[in-house]
């Protein structure tokens, strides 16, 4: 199923709903690339609080999405990714990089706050 | 060449379900789930359900990667009087030339064939492979309920 993406000020979130196929993973990629464009967004968070899996093409694809948005100009940040979905990661050697990660919603929310004010200062 | 023995479909003690057909990734959704969904009523806890649910996607991604199409079976055993899960992945594609290399440690998939075997072998108790080049592939895990 295809996951809702919703607006909030300058941030996009895409909120999963469901266990997602690997078309479904892609369909999110390529919907979030064209929604920063639309919207002008300066951050996408993507919530994966209800992934019970997150397997090696599910890892992989949630890194390709924060590397497309980093190269739209916008920050990412993966949020919900539950304690034991981080153990098995580990155990599988599955890593996020230097994909940005936070707790919840609303940590991730924050984080892209702190980012976009460090942003604004830095220009003036 | 392989390694370890071949897993029996006899084995005594184990209770298996219909194979669950592997040809798409929604067929990956639908085993971890059916595999969650047998741990779970087996009594496994929820770090352990997370565990068996990606090793199963793991296997069941490997089989449509390599293989196209396959099956896996799911089924019930007992250790010692414990209950536990075992997984077949089987399908009938390239095999694996070198299997000792396909299961050499290392985290990256830079090392290792990059299969994810050496992962999945992390998240199970027992794990076991037959795999010849032309005679397709067979990985057998189990995990034991603590």
Known sequence: ?124 | MSSNRAPRRDEPGVVEEPAIAISSSGDIVIARQRGRALAAGLGFSGSDLTLIATAISELARNIIEYATTGEVILGQAGKNGRPGIVIVARDEGPGIGDVAKALSAGYSTGQGLGLGLPGVRRLMDEFEIDSEPGHGTTVTVRKWLR
């Open chain 1, 1 to 124: 199923m295809r996951v809702p993406i919703l607006k909030q000020s300058q941030y996009v979130i895409a909120s999963i709903q469901s266990a997602l196929s690997d078309e479904d993973l892609l369909q999110l990629r390529d919907d979030l690339a064209q929604t920063v464009g639309r919207y002008r967004s300066r951050g996408v968070i993507v919530d994966v609080t209800v992934l019970d899996v997150m397997d090696s093409f599910a890892v992989r694809t949630l890194r390709a999405i924060a590397h497309m948005i980093r190269l739209r100009g916008a920050e990412t940040v993966i949020v919900g990714i539950q304690p034991e979905v981080a153990f098995a990661m580990v155990q599988l050697g599955l890593t996020l990089e230097d994909v940005t990660t936070a707790l919840d919603l609303e940590e991730g929310l924050a984080h892209l706050e702190r980012q976009t004010a460090a942003g604004a200062a830095h220009v003036k």
